[in-house]
């Protein structure tokens, strides 16, 4: 019981906080799901139960009827069935899984005119769980030539400062950085500590999360450049981030869907758009190791969702990369729809004629899985149980394949997100590891 009511108060404050992460901001219903596993951890086989609890008003609810699916991670329901709350509490059995990976306990409740929805994932045997995708014969073989195609393009690039974004203690400049002899480039923002001496500062890349937009906060993260990193924020689609909301509105919208472009030339991997985007990521290492003011030593990759992933496809790409940061990543095992289980975002699985055997092939040239088998930089990666955008299947696909120095911190209750701590504490940890 005191371990109930410690996790209650602790969802109550983060409810407070919080503006749109699992409990709604201002919310006047709050669930409570407690696996009988406090890590919400199982071994294949065993049975699972979740004690649930709802409360409206801060009120426990008495005699209401929850219903529930069951199903495994991202896969439709496999049993149904419903719950009578008694002072506000009940309990749902999960059951098990003979095979490694997450179950989820589907919820919803109607109270008044309004329904209301919430889950809960559980592992089994999650450090057993391997990836569907095999890495092809020539793999590092087709990455090692397109690396010499674009060392063989000389590095330029052209930098501007922006006052508007320049500190006390930091400077700040748009980076115009072109990709290739195609004319492809990407934008980023680079933040330096101010009077930066010669040889003095780790150099950290981020990448961007998934989408057709703008880099919208360049100063949410200052603090890299304040610790005395150097930090570039890029994004990958040739759009420089001056350009108005409007303008940026009309080109997401010409691209159909804000992910349509991770479905361009899917089936030819030397023309999948996602390939430019990868060797992007190594050219920005190129730029961020000509620096001056870089320590010769430190180079971090650090990122969320596809920025996640793109971290781990630069730390498999290029070995001067020594530390890798990684939010649940994204492109992970997206082929996990052969086998019957969740695949990684973009979930090409969803989207009609995406499957073809040609495809499927391509994606295995891109799978993350694949690229963190080659990562040899110390790596740290979170994730939540909870997330149904990067599902932790997914998660665990990619972290039981690395090979390198690293560690997860393991967030259940997250969704699709991280909070302003868990971030913070990532800088902490590069500055922890610096060589």
Not at 62 to 69: H, L, M, P
Not at 137 to 145: G, I, L, R
Request: overall charge positive.
């Amino acid at each position: 019981m005191k371990r109930i009511s410690l996790l209650l108060c602790w969802i109550m404050l983060l409810c407070i906080g919080a503006k749109a992460e699992n409990y709604p901001y201002r919310s006047d219903v709050l669930w409570v799901t407690v696996p009988n596993h406090a890590d919400w951890l199982y071994k294949t086989g065993e049975k699972a139960t979740v004690d649930i609890q709802l409360y409206q008003y801060g009120i426990p609810q008495d005699g209401v009827t929850i219903s529930y699916e069951l199903g495994d991670d991202l896969m439709p329901a496999d049993a149904k069935g419903e719950v009578v709350l008694k002072k506000g509490k009940a309990t749902i059995a999960m059951g098990t899984m003979k095979k490694p990976g997450f179950r989820d306990c589907r919820m919803t409740v109607k109270l008044g005119n309004q329904t209301y929805k919430h889950h809960v994932k559980v592992g089994f045997s999650v450090d057993k769980i391997q990836p569907y995708t095999k890495m092809p014969a020539d793999f590092q073989d087709f990455w090692k030539k397109n690396k010499e195609e674009l060392a063989a393009f000389p590095l330029t690039y052209t930098k501007e400062m922006v006052k508007e974004y320049c500190t006390d203690k930091i400077d700040c400049y748009l980076i115009k950085l072109p990709v290739n002899k195609r004319g492809h480039a990407v934008y980023g923002y680079l933040t330096y500590p101010k009077n930066a001496k010669k040889g003095s500062c780790p150099v950290v890349l981020c990448p961007p999360g998934a989408g057709i937009k703008t880099i919208k906060e360049p100063m949410k993260r200052k603090y890299y450049a304040e610790q005395g990193c150097i930090r570039l924020e890029i994004e990958i689609h040739g759009l420089n981030p001056t350009m108005t909301t409007e303008e940026f509105k009309d080109i997401s919208t010409a691209f159909g869907h804000e992910s349509n472009y991770l479905n361009i030339n899917l089936d030819n991997k030397d023309n999948y758009y996602m390939k430019r985007v990868y060797l992007a990521c190594v050219r920005s290492i190129d730029l961020l190791t000509s620096l001056p003011e870089w320590d010769g030593k430190n180079v971090i990759v650090q990122g969320g969702s596809q920025g996640g992933a793109l971290a781990l496809v630069t730390a498999g790409l290029d070995e001067r990369v020594t530390q890798c940061v990684a939010n649940h990543p994204a492109l992970s095992d997206m082929a996990g729809f052969e086998a019957g289980r969740a695949d990684g975002y973009p979930h090409f699985s969803r989207t009609p004629g995406m499957c073809t055997p040609e495809k499927v092939k391509t994606m295995a040239y891109y799978d993350v899985v694949n690229f963190a088998r080659l990562v040899k930089a110390e790596t740290y990666i979170t994730w939540g149980y909870n997330d149904d955008v990067c599902a932790p299947t997914t998660s665990y696909a990619a972290y039981n394949v690395l090979t390198c120095p690293k560690e997860a911190l393991i967030t259940p209750i997250n969704e699709h997100w991280t909070s302003d701590v868990t971030e913070r504490g990532q800088l902490e940890w590069i500055l922890k590891h610096l060589k």
